[in-house]
Nanobody, 124 residues
Framework: VQLQASGGGLVQAGGSLRLSCPASGSIFSVNVMDWYRQAPGKQRELVASIDSGGSTQYGNSVKGRFTISRDNVKNTVYLQMSSLKPEDTAVYYC???????????????????WGQGTQVTVSS
């Protein structure tokens, strides 16, 4: 399964950005879809997560500012980021897991896939 993150860029503090990440391939199901980020010199951290039923979780630093959503028909996860701060500057990665589809249309083995990352830079 391939994930393609997009929507990053340079924005001033207080601004907004919307990231998108469609999943493609022989997908039978998509379970959890997440966004992680990694700033220079820091570990990768979970930003937000959404399961197939729409339940969400957020990292403490983004609660109230970021909103994760998904389109289960398009197998796409979104991250709406508002009130951006310079400390939000990082490479943002999307992630998804679920089940592959075999050639008969039945569920197959699990997949666990990452997108290539999109840079978000917030200037002060």
């Amino acid at each position: 399964v391939q994930l393609q993150a997009s929507g990053g860029g340079l924005v001033q503090a207080g601004g907004s950005l919307r990231l998108s990440c469609p999943a493609s391939g022989s997908i039978f199901s998509v379970n959890v879809m997440d966004w992680y980020r990694q700033a220079p010199g820091k570990q990768r951290e979970l930003v937000a997560s959404i399961d197939s039923g729409g339940s969400t979780q957020y990292g403490n630093s983004v609660k109230g500012r970021f909103t994760i959503s998904r389109d289960n028909v398009k197998n796409t996860v979104y991250l709406q980021m508002s009130s951006l701060k310079p400390e939000d500057t990082a490479v943002y990665y999307c992630h998804a897991d679920g089940l592959l589809m075999d050639s008969y249309g039945y569920s197959s083995r699990r997949y666990d896939s990452w997108g290539q990352g999109t840079q978000v830079t917030v200037s002060s």
